[in-house]
């Protein structure tokens, strides 16, 4: 195995180069322009791309936990991976004492050098990133979004801290809701019934992953049936990408392809199919020779092999026996 460092120049190098396969990680634009690449050449490729995870909050879920997962999976590593809760939509019953809980339990974050053991939030990885967190936000809130805790720029840590942020009464027709944001940053919306949270949950072009919260069993797995995402955890996210054995991977603008798991392994082989006749002594049945019979037995020797029922089989036989005494065959 080799590490090369670099930026796009070294991308692109690696495209042109002599490989079997490239795998991928990064962001849809880029994404894109590897995939190009890579089609010129029909070079496969496996794209791990964007994300804007939804989290779906049921009438009966537990608020306690689900308020601090939902805080765990916004802000760990500042946001700042593609399977962060980026959506969270809680049933109407449940919304406000859920915004509440939230804003209260990020009061007690503690946000500074991310090498210190105390401290839960670390600083955004460049000036670029946060501008886009700040820039998503500010429009949210323009069109009506709720502040409630953040939506500002922790100067006096340094250039790239960004405040955890909590904002409600977002819509799918913000930014925020639509674009990647990769950053600290817990959009909330109400819904009604599970048909609505569905429906929010699917309204984007992004279908990496997804969680859903309840306590009970069958409804989430019910939900999570219909979410259009590679991996729904029930009142869990994120920790999937942990689980060895499990695939890795999106729908949509989320990329192609899978890693981890035995799908991931089989990502990584080429695929040889060896047929053997175990009978070679007998010429084909399908091979030239054909005639005015030859139609009603080639029909009686698929029946014989893919019909259904015995009686059916039999009758395939009966028809195909001609097919091996033909006095055309070549």
């Known amino acids: 195995m080799q590490v090369v460092i670099g930026e796009g120049p070294i991308g692109a190098a690696l495209v042109e180069s002599p490989i079997d396969k490239l795998i991928f990680t990064g962001s849809v634009a880029t994404g894109k322009r590897v995939g190009e690449a890579a089609a010129r050449r029909l070079l496969p490729v496996v794209l791990e791309l964007g994300g804007k995870d939804p989290m779906i909050v049921l009438d009966d879920a537990n608020l306690e936990i689900a308020t601090s997962g939902a805080l765990w999976g916004a802000f760990m590593n500042a946001g700042q991976t593609c399977l962060s809760v980026e959506r969270c939509y809680v049933h109407r019953s449940l919304y406000a004492p859920f915004l509440e809980m939230c804003r209260d339990k990020i009061g007690r974050l503690r946000v500074g050098n991310g090498i210190d053991s105390e401290v839960e939030i670390g600083p955004m990885i460049h000036a670029g990133q946060l501008r886009i967190v700040e820039e998503q936000v500010n429009d949210a809130v323009a069109r009506g979004a709720r502040l409630l805790a953040g939506g500002r720029r922790l100067a006096e840590l340094g250039p790239n801290f960004y405040a955890p942020t909590l904002l409600a009464d977002v819509n799918n027709d913000m930014r925020l809701m639509q674009e990647e944001t990769f950053g600290p940053v817990l959009p909330v919306a109400p819904f009604d019934t599970d048909d609505d949270a569905v429906r929010l949950a699917n309204d984007s072009q992004f279908g990496l992953a997804a969680s859903v919260w309840t306590r009970d069993r069958l409804r989430g797995e019910a939900v999570a049936r219909r979410i259009k995402a590679g991996t729904v955890m029930l009142n869990d996210m994120i920790s999937c990408f942990g689980i060895a054995e499990a695939?890795?991977?999106?729908?949509?603008?989320?990329?192609?392809?899978?890693t981890h798991g035995e799908l991931g392994l089989?990502?990584?082989?080429?695929?040889?199919?060896?047929?053997?006749d175990l009978v070679p002594a007998i010429p084909k049945v399908w091979w030239f020779g054909y005639g005015k019979e030859y139609y009603r037995q080639m029909s009686g020797f698929v029946d014989l092999l893919f019909a259904r029922g015995w009686a059916a089989k039999l009758k395939g036989a009966l028809r195909s026996a001609g097919l091996f005494r033909r006095s055309t065959r070549i």
Do not use: A, L, N
């Not at 089989?266 to 053997?276: F, I, L, N």
């Open 266 to 276: 089989q990502e990584m082989v080429q695929t040889k199919y060896v047929d053997v």
């Open 247 to 258: 695939p890795h991977g999106g729908f949509k603008q989320s990329g192609i392809g899978r």
